[in-house]
């Protein structure tokens, strides 16, 4: 029997694929992965979000926290899909793919990047 590997998908086939499903996709070494939030995920996530925009409001930055954002990094088999990130509406500009994808691909535009993790399988200290 022989078996064959499905090809490799590049960054730019990656954002022409993406569906508009609802669904969080990530291109992760060539493939595509969909991502499933677990455990306490939106409660986490709910929260930084209103932390750091009331601090954002507080300080009077031109800084936003979109709903979705796609990061490329160097190289061409990778998308990232972040739990938060605070961008530089100023710096925006300067980001080729922003207007047409959502994305950036330069670190300066990306204030803050959050990625939330599942508490399973940590260990937690007994109280005193």
Same mark, same amino acid.
């Given at each position: 029997?022989?078996?064959? =590997?499905? &090809?490799?998908?590049? /960054?730019?086939? /990656?954002?022409?694929?993406?569906?508009?499903?609802?669904?969080?996709?990530?291109?992760?070494?060539?493939?595509?992965?969909?991502?499933?939030?677990?455990?306490?995920?939106?409660?986490?996530? +709910?929260?930084?979000?209103?932390?750091?925009?009331?601090?954002?409001?507080?300080?009077?930055?031109?800084? /936003?926290?979109?709903?979705? @954002? @796609?990061?490329? &990094?160097?190289?061409?088999?990778?998308?990232?899909? &972040?739990?938060?990130?605070?961008?530089?509406?100023?710096?925006?500009?300067?980001?080729?793919?922003?207007?047409?994808? +959502?994305?950036? =691909?330069?670190?300066?535009?990306? @204030?803050?990047?959050?990625?939330?993790?599942?508490?399973?399988?940590?260990?937690?200290?007994?109280? +005193?």
């Amino acid at each position: 029997m022989i078996q064959t =590997t499905p &090809p490799l998908m590049t /960054f730019e086939e /990656f954002l022409n694929w993406y569906p508009g499903d609802g669904r969080r996709y990530e291109l992760i070494s060539g493939e595509v992965v969909g991502v499933r939030p677990r455990d306490d995920y939106e409660g986490v996530t +709910s929260q930084i979000v209103r932390v750091v925009d009331r601090e954002i409001e507080r300080l009077a930055l031109d800084w /936003f926290i979109p709903k979705t @954002c @796609c990061v490329k &990094p160097a190289g061409n088999l990778d998308g990232y899909v &972040p739990d938060v990130i605070v961008l530089d509406r100023a710096r925006l500009g300067a980001e080729p793919l922003w207007k047409t994808a +959502s994305t950036i =691909t330069q670190g300066r535009s990306a @204030c803050l990047v959050v990625e939330v993790v599942s508490r399973i399988g940590m260990m937690t200290m007994p109280e +005193s």
